[in-house]
């Protein structure tokens, strides 16, 4: 049976060096297009020229409010923003929010995977699914619950400090603490991190640990010198989307403080000041400028990414 | 000789495993603690009356009432009083520093008794009083019949467009290989990374021309031209499915279309499932696009939107606010431990093999 599908296999393959090549091209060419038409369409229509549109408006001064004054402006959107001390603060706040959850989200990421991995923890479906539940609470819902266990009157975790004499913080509303507060909200919804960083560990063959094993190395060197450089890859991904992340960061922003960017812009992200200046404010050419930059800063982060984990990220078939 | 071996220092390997057992399921425990915390806060805080909440000396985190006595009309809060013969529960008819005036609910009609003392170093009397009414007025008040039904249908239409779509695309990139199919390839995972700002004010303009801002259609049409992520898990799934099925149906005589549903599909369900689940909770979840598509018609507002003009407006009550985010979050976490098997696999999937 085996023989006979290996034989189809390279007869077609024989075939399609000789005569059979160009209709087996035209075959796959006719068909790989048909099925990719809906991607391809939704693609031109959908992004590439809303991108172009993107930057030919950042060029104007579009309001939808008087839609026909619009008129050229060259780079005038462009000089606003540098002048513009909210858009350099909103850019501090995304790169200071990004600083502190990045390698705690890591961390933290990797504890909890390590744990539902430990062959020592007992239920682990138990642990894997409570772990996993709070990514599946919808983030307005998940900033709503995080801010009342936040406040300073009656939430857990101010009660929490005070009964050991400790006097808690004003989360929300100290320029300050609202950053911990919000890394803390994203600690608990990091199960997609966890699943992902787990399946990288199983993935690791035992015969690695066996022979570190017989080698001497203790648990600790394991994790160290096997189990974090094998999951590099896994580890750089999630990485990579959670700088961008950052630079998309909105929807929390937004709930807790009601899209103000209180206290005092600490939460005027740059995604949430590049929303009000198109959506409030009415102002579409500048907005759309700030929309380039981030598309343009995205762009280059994930080219920068990528180009250096060949050094710092171990691809265990060789080099991707 | 080997066993004999192993078995001497595995005594002491056994004790250390237990510990270790306890140690790290522990741990473990205490952090379970940890994540269920916001849930518990979330469900007393929305069982309790804005004067429960308030209140600074009910003894423990559940909704808890001062037990009062109805004393002339008028409810009187019970205190412990020591007296002589052990504590009594009694009414407070006045308050003093120095010197309070009780009343007996055993035996009101004895009048008034003055107790000497701080009547503030007395503990009040409580009864558990949650208030399920709570639900009832958060849900008219957030009006979330309208805010589910509004979800369903984009999230459910979304949902079919997109493995629809999902569907198709992936089979062109998994089966058919043809010049420029690896550049599309990278091209689509390109977007994966694509911040939606970037495309997003064109789009805006050109709906709100073609009139289609505050409908639906916004956020759902574009599901029907296929996303990256679910064509990444689909297309990595087909891929790993023998070809040899295929093959013996295209010698049958089977067009690609007939392979794709009568062959591929019927071995891809996980897959699918997954793919469904995963973009009902997104859309589900989505909160940017429906503000700005819907900003100004609040009958058509999705869940995440209308839970958080809730909030805003209801920043006084936030009782009332935690019992509408309990009310909303039932049912994607009840699919949730229904179906997590699936959807871990899939997050597993599009997460870990790039």
């Known amino acids: 049976m085996k023989a006979d599908v290996q034989a189809i296999g390279s007869a077609q393959k024989t075939t399609k060096k000789r005569q059979g090549h160009s209709a087996q091209n035209r075959f796959n060419t006719k068909w790989g297009l048909i099925f990719l038409s809906p991607w391809i369409f939704g693609f031109f229509v959908f992004t590439l020229i809303p991108i172009i549109a993107t930057l030919v408006f950042s060029f104007t001064n579009y309001s939808p409010v008087t839609p026909e004054s619009t008129v050229f402006v060259g780079l005038k959107n462009y000089s606003d923003m540098i002048a513009d001390k909210n858009v350099a603060n909103s850019f501090m706040v995304t790169i200071k929010y990004a600083i502190l959850a990045l390698p705690l989200s890591l961390v933290f990421g990797l504890l909890l995977a390590t744990i539902v991995n430990s062959k020592y923890l007992m239920g682990k479906n138990f642990f894997r699914t409570i772990y996993y539940m709070p990514a599946m609470i919808p983030v307005i819902a998940a900033g709503i619950i995080m801010a009342g266990i936040m406040n300073t009157n009656t939430g857990f975790i101010n009660m929490g400090l005070e009964s050991v004499g400790i006097p808690g913080p004003d989360w929300l509303n100290s320029t300050f603490w609202i950053y911990p507060a919000l890394v803390l909200i994203g600690l608990w919804g990091l199960g997609n991190l966890m699943v992902t960083l787990l399946a990288g560990m199983q993935g690791v063959a035992k015969e690695l640990y066996e022979s570190a094993e017989i080698d001497g190395a203790n648990g600790y060197q394991q994790y160290l010198y096997i189990t974090l450089p094998l999951i590099s890859p896994v580890i750089f991904y999630n990485l990579t989307m959670m700088i961008i992340g950052a630079f998309k960061y909105f929807d929390l922003a937004y709930v807790l403080k009601n899209g103000t960017g209180g206290p005092a812009g600490a939460t005027n992200f740059y995604n949430l000041y590049l929303y009000k200046n198109a959506f409030q404010y009415n102002l579409m050419g500048f907005g759309s400028a700030m929309a380039w930059v981030l598309f343009i800063i995205v762009l280059a982060l994930t080219i920068i990414l990528f180009t250096t984990s060949g050094r710092w990220v171990f691809y265990s078939g060789g080099k991707q | ?354």
């Not at chain 2, 603690?33 to 804005?50: D, E």
């Not at chain 2, 019949?145 to 979800?151: C, E, Q, V």
Request: hydrophobic share 50%; with cysteine.
């Open chain 2, 1 to 354: 000789m080997a066993t004999a071996n192993k078995t001497r220092p595995s005594m002491g390997v056994h004790r250390r495993d237990q510990l270790n057992k306890i140690l790290v399921t522990g741990f473990g425990l205490f952090i379970v603690l940890m994540f269920v915390a916001p849930l518990l806060y979330m469900f007393v805080t929305g069982l309790k009356s804005y004067d429960q909440m308030n209140d600074s000396e009910v003894p423990a985190i559940w909704p808890f009432s001062r037990t009062t006595f109805d004393y002339q009309g008028t409810p009187l809060d019970l205190y412990k009083l020591p007296t002589a013969n052990g504590t009594k529960e009694m009414a407070m008819l006045k308050p003093g520093r120095t010197e309070s005036v009780f009343i007996d609910p055993q035996n009101p009609v004895a009048g008034p008794i003055t107790w000497q003392g701080n009547w503030r170093l007395l503990a009040p009397i409580y009864h558990s009083d949650p208030q399920w009414k709570n639900f009832i007025q958060a849900w008219n008040e957030l009006n979330f019949p309208l805010l589910l039904r509004n979800t369903l249908i984009i999230a459910l239409t979304g949902t079919l467009g997109a493995v629809v779509s999902g569907i198709i695309v992936a089979y062109g990139f998994a089966r058919f290989n043809f010049r420029g199919r690896d550049f599309l390839f990278i091209v689509l995972i390109g977007t994966i990374v694509l911040p939606v700002q970037a495309t997003l004010i064109p789009t805006y303009i050109l709906y709100s021309k073609i009139h289609w801002t505050n409908t639906f259609l916004p956020l759902i049409v574009p599901n029907f031209f296929a996303n990256a992520y679910n064509v990444f898990l689909l297309r990595m799934y087909f891929m790993q499915l023998p070809r040899e099925l295929d093959e013996a149906a295209m010698i049958d005589g089977a067009s690609p279309i007939q392979i794709l549903l009568n062959v591929i599909l019927p071995q891809s369900i996980p897959a699918v499932t997954a793919v469904c689940l995963f973009h009902f909770f997104f859309a589900w979840n989505d909160f940017f696009s429906p503000l700005v598509y819907l900003a100004s018609n609040s009958k058509l507002w999705p869940i995440s939107v209308g839970l958080q003009y809730y909030n805003a407006m209801h920043g006084r009550l936030p009782n009332l606010i935690q019992t509408g985010a309990l009310i909303t979050i039932i049912l994607p976490v009840t699919i949730f431990f229904l179906a997590q098997r699936v959807f871990m696999q899939g997050i597993v999937f599009t997460g870990v093999e790039k």
